[in-house]
């Protein structure tokens, strides 16, 4: 029997009120070395730990890891050998991932856009899960991956996720059953359902509208004779970036309980967090180059990092994500600043609508420690815009 998220309330003896939470361990780190350039310390333990208590709420479901949230080495071989699965988006990713000693069988191709030789060599590499949306994607995968499970990925409604994915991926409640149908067709096995809730969905009742859609189109396809047996959750599991999040074995067990009530019996059923499973294992180490104002009667000091949008801050992006700074005059009182970027592009801004308190003796030279920042920051940093080389990784 799955325990639900009463009994992981009591067995954790605490009620469900949000924790906050910053690794000491790895601020710790920043502070005792010297970086030439801004870097990413990521501490694999937490990544485990994350892990462990995610699983401990999602029960038996399978955690495929989102590689793309931070795709370094350490860390995919830490959850190999704890037993994870994967959802890769491109060849790449799956190599990174068999490289390291996953098997084929636990790496899912959830991108619903894939290269058709791609498709033909995670087929070849013995991968059987794969995701479409779209009649022309079906297409591709029985020409290259014949006879491969899919799972149709639904567009759901936005949920109030900080950082939204509608729009781009999925197909709408009318278009689903027919592709499930094609999909037959062509000889594949279209097993189940997917969807994204959206990253950084705070609270677990933020699933609800969006499970009651994807429940509604799973009956309708039970009724029209499909045998699906694969739910599949997607990401959204939040990282605490200063707004009080649950514990994440509460908050899953209570996206379960809200599944199970909707799906019973459904029998297989995966989650693919990303940026709750990494995003509080690092923190990157950065360097202030310029305070100015830009007038002597200037409210808001500019504050230049040597990190931007195009070197691993790009979900600063409508400051959708909104990150938590620490330096070493935190004692001092502070005063309203706009962040920037070091690139000489106007859009590497980083926050300026909700301008951010930073000490009022900030200057240049000081370090700049940005927290709960292991998710989509190393994998999002340009090769090289502007000539600043990309985000380093180091792992404690
Ligand atoms: C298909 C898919 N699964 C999982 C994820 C991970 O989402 P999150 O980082 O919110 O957990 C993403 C993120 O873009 C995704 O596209």
Redesign the pocket.
């Known amino acids: 029997m799955n325990a639900t998220f009463a009994d992981f309330s009591a067995a954790l003896a605490v009620s469900y009120q949000p924790v906050t939470r910053t690794s000491t361990r790895i601020e710790d780190y920043i502070r005792a070395h010297e970086f030439g350039r801004p870097t990413l310390v990521l501490d694999i333990d937490a990544v485990e730990a994350q892990y462990t208590a995610l699983k401990a709420g999602l029960g038996r479901a399978d955690i495929h890891y989102?590689v793309?949230?931070n795709p370094a080495r350490e860390i995919i071989e830490r959850l190999v050998n704890l037993g994870s699965h994967f959802?890769a988006a491109s060849r790449g990713e799956i190599e990174l991932c068999l490289s390291l000693g996953a098997r084929p069988e636990t790496i899912s191709f959830?991108n619903t856009v894939k290269r058709p030789a791609d498709i033909a060599f995670a087929h070849a590499s013995g991968i059987t899960l794969y995701a479409a949306d779209a009649e022309e994607e079906l297409e591709k995968i029985a020409a290259h991956a014949p006879g491969a499970e899919v799972y149709i990925r639904l567009i759901v409604e936005a949920s109030g996720a900080d950082w939204p994915?509608t729009r781009k991926f999925g197909t709408s409640r009318d278009k689903a059953l027919a592709l499930m149908g094609l999909a037959r067709e062509l000889g594949l096995r279209p097993v189940g359902l997917s969807f994204?809730v959206g990253?950084?969905t705070r609270d677990p009742a933020m699933w609800e509208s969006t499970l009651d859609q994807v429940a509604a189109i799973w009956i309708e396809a039970r009724d029209a004779g499909f045998a699906l047996d694969l739910l599949n959750i997607?990401?959204?599991?939040p990282a605490f970036y200063g707004e009080d999040i649950p514990h994440p074995t509460l908050y899953a067990a209570a996206v379960m309980d809200r599944v199970a009530a909707r799906f019973p019996g459904v029998p297989r059923v995966m989650a693919?967090?990303?940026?709750?499973l990494v995003a509080e294992a690092g923190m990157i180490a950065a360097e202030v180059l310029l305070v100015s104002r830009k007038s002597d009667d200037d409210l808001c000091r500019w504050v230049y990092l040597d990190i931007g949008k195009f070197s691993g801050l790009a979900e600063t992006m409508d400051e959708a994500i909104r990150y938590q700074f620490a330096t070493d005059r935190d004692h001092e009182g502070t005063g309203p600043c706009i962040l920037a970027g070091p690139s000489c592009d106007s859009a590497d801004v980083l926050y300026e609508k909700r301008p951010v308190a930073m000490p009022l003796g900030l200057k240049a030279g000081d370090r700049i420690i940005i927290r709960n920042c292991g998710?989509y920051t190393s994998s999002y940093s340009s090769v090289g815009f502007n000539g600043f080389p990309p985000l380093d990784v180091v792992v404690m």
């Open positions: 989102a793309k949230a959802d959830g994915l994204h990253s950084q997607g990401g959204g599991f693919e967090p990303g940026r709750g998710a």
